[in-house]
């Protein structure tokens, strides 16, 4: 079975803090991404990575960057936290199937952060 | 631009009885997969069922099926004999076949199952 952990289910941090997310998979997954989930809002993409050091913006971006030093980890850095970063967080992963594409994600338990 | 629409943001339904969600999604590609995917309360995010696009036959798991019509572009999940686990958040999702490793999400139907 594929796992995909995050460091954290719940997190509070304070306005300005450097907030670091972790995701880690074990299925040698080539695709990791790093989503928000807000009420009403459905999944919104922040940032993908396909690669080891290679990422993507998604939807979001703004105010947050990653970090890919190994395939099987991924990590979402809040640089300077918001009051508007209150979200669920969550990590997915997913194989290449190559150019058919449609991998299906699998995802982590999400992190619960709320930026005071 | 794709886009994925998930009309009902709550429905309910007694446990045993059979429930359909409804999704429908805008795309002029013709090559693209689309997915439901399960939430439980304070559990990950598992899939439900998956669809391509090319494939006419409907995708079935279990007591889950889905109702896709290609040309309306409706894929809507069938749950049938509802269990109280059934509890959960629905997505749906869509991704191009090709070229793109962005999947779209809908903003989710929360279902509850009632005893």
């Known amino acids: 079975d594929v796992k995909v952990t995050q460091s954290s289910r719940y997190l509070v941090k304070r306005t300005g803090e450097k907030v670091f997310l972790e995701c880690v998979q074990d299925?040698?997954?080539?695709?990791m991404f790093w989503y928000r989930q807000d009420p009403g809002l459905g999944l919104r993409l922040i940032y993908f990575?396909?690669?080891?050091?290679?990422?993507e913006k998604g939807d979001i971006p703004e105010g947050y960057s990653v970090s890919r030093e190994k395939k099987e980890r991924f990590s979402l850095i809040l640089e300077s936290a918001s009051t508007n970063q209150t979200s669920m967080y969550l990590c997915?992963?997913?194989?290449?199937?190559?150019?058919?594409?449609?991998?299906?994600?699998?995802f982590g338990p999400g992190t619960r952060l709320l930026v005071l | 631009a794709q886009t994925v629409t998930q009309s009902q943001p709550e429905m309910s339904v007694q446990e045993a009885e059979t429930v359909t969600l409804s999704c429908t999604y805008d795309t002029s590609e013709n090559n693209y997969y689309l997915f439901w995917y399960k939430q439980p309360p304070s559990r990950q995010m598992i899939l439900v069922i998956r669809q391509e696009a090319y494939k006419q036959q409907n995708a079935t798991e279990n007591r889950f099926s889905v109702n896709f019509q290609k040309a309306a572009k409706s894929f809507s999940l069938k749950i049938s004999d509802s269990q109280l686990g059934d509890t959960a958040m629905y997505f749906c999702?869509?991704?191009?076949?090709?070229?793109?490793?962005?999947?779209?999400f809908g903003t989710g139907t929360r279902l509850k199952v009632l005893a």
């Open positions: 999702a869509f991704i191009l076949g090709e070229g793109t490793y962005k999947y779209i």
């Open positions: 990575s396909y690669d080891v050091k290679m990422k």
């Open positions: 299925m040698d997954h080539e695709n």
């Open positions: 997915a992963s997913s194989f290449v199937l190559g150019a058919g594409g449609g991998e299906t994600q699998y």
